[in-house]
């Protein structure tokens, strides 16, 4: 890790960096769940982390430290005048995330992220620098050789002009340049993808030639929700940190004595001279944000006269919640049921539906789409031996 003296002036910076890494979910579908895998991994894995620092190996690394409620991340300390060197441990492959648990070259493809940030002023939030991410999967060693093999093979099958579409080998990992990953503490949104952007810090991560792509999300990610509309009434502090929460922290210097108030009522001009064209129109848009339409609106009870061994007990069964669907597919349904009813994603096997007579109807995505806007339904839970886990049918 290092920094580029010639794109910034590191005179201004404090003397340490705190870098923080993650591995997170490359899959939407996976991140919408991400809370509920990383707590069934903790359960058959307990004691276990999913990231660690190898600090004998590391160069110039200071103060690390872990968290033990957050098992896939780990932060730390750096010079950007001196050498530093990070060398991390990945405890977990890909194949612990997909339905069967099998090995081999199959598994989820997960995401190492480097967020840096320059300490601030007391009682603000630190002013992010720099963030890349890269894609990784993780293999025991024969499971890798093999997808190695297998891949290599894949390629030299394709013909000449269809080779050039796949990235070549690198000696070192190749890093992309990306918005910072949203804080878990920022809303109830799950954690999204970040999207790739070119950041005009000077700190830089050791990169090669090509980079990889990020998957597309909606620019409604954290600004759609009215949970996360400035208030009127918010304090200096709270300005800063909605700021902070919102992808604006280059700016919090510049409008450090604002409060809810003052900034609410800067017109679009205003905010297009202090913060430019671009920034200036993403922040009146996020400041005067509506909440975003949902696809599918659908209510859900769980049914309240089951066994007590079943299923984890929940406080909320017998009455409806809303579930919002905007993909409207069997993946995005079975990963709200999961978080609904307390269970993990990866052991809903089937989807049901209770049609006429009492038949079941397996769900599929044309179901899904196919479903009424504003239905209600109630959600049985089946336990199943083999393979261990669940069904559910909406009735």
């Not at 591995?23 to 991140?31: N, S």
């Not at 990306?178 to 949104?189: F, T």
């Not at 001009?269 to 949902?294: E, M, S, V, W, Y």
């Amino acid at each position: 890790m290092l920094c580029n003296p010639k794109l910034g002036d590191t005179t201004q910076w404090a003397r340490l960096l705190k870098s923080v890494v993650r591995v997170v979910f490359h899959d939407r579908r996976l991140q919408y769940t991400e809370q509920q895998q990383l707590d069934g991994w903790r359960w058959s894995r307990p004691g276990d982390r999913i990231l660690d620092i190898d600090v004998p190996l590391s160069v110039g690394v200071i103060e690390p430290q872990v968290l033990p409620s957050q098992l896939n991340t780990v932060e730390f300390h750096w010079d950007p005048t001196k050498r530093t060197s990070l060398f991390l441990q990945v405890h977990c492959i890909s194949t612990e995330f997909t339905p069967r648990k099998k090995g081999g070259e199959k598994g989820v493809p997960f995401r190492l992220q480097i967020d840096t940030f320059k300490p601030s002023d007391k009682e603000l939030p630190p002013e992010h620098l720099h963030s890349a991410g890269c894609l990784i999967k993780v293999f025991k060693p024969k499971g890798a050789d093999r997808k190695l093999k297998t891949d290599r093979e894949k390629i030299e099958k394709q013909p000449l002009h269809e080779r050039d579409k796949y990235q070549a080998a690198s000696e070192t990992t190749v890093f992309l340049e990306c918005s910072p990953w949203p804080d878990p503490s920022a809303g109830p949104h799950p954690p999204l993808s970040p999207l790739a952007l070119t950041s005009p810090h000077a700190c830089k991560l050791l990169s090669t030639e090509r980079l990889c792509s990020s998957p597309p999300f909606a620019l409604d990610t954290l600004g759609g929700s009215p949970a996360e509309d400035l208030s009127p009434g918010a304090s200096i502090l709270e300005t800063q940190q909605w700021l902070h929460r919102h992808r604006f922290s280059s700016y919090c210097r510049m409008l450090a004595n604002f409060t809810g108030t003052d900034l609410l009522k800067l017109t679009r001009r205003d905010l297009i001279q202090i913060c430019g064209a671009a920034d200036g129109i993403r922040l009146f848009n996020t400041l005067r944000a509506r909440p975003i339409r949902h696809r599918l609106t659908l209510y859900v009870a769980q049914e309240a006269s089951r066994q007590e061994n079943e299923v984890p007990k929940n406080p909320d069964s017998g009455f409806y919640q809303e579930i919002s669907l905007d993909e409207l597919s069997v993946v995005e349904l079975k990963g709200k049921l999961a978080e609904l009813l307390a269970l993990p994603a990866n052991q809903i096997h089937r989807l049901f539906h209770q049609g006429p007579g009492g038949i079941l109807i397996l769900l599929g995505d044309q179901v899904v789409q196919n479903l009424k806007d504003e239905s209600y339904f109630v959600a049985v839970v089946k336990k199943v031996q083999n393979p261990d886990g669940y069904y559910l049918v909406l009735t």
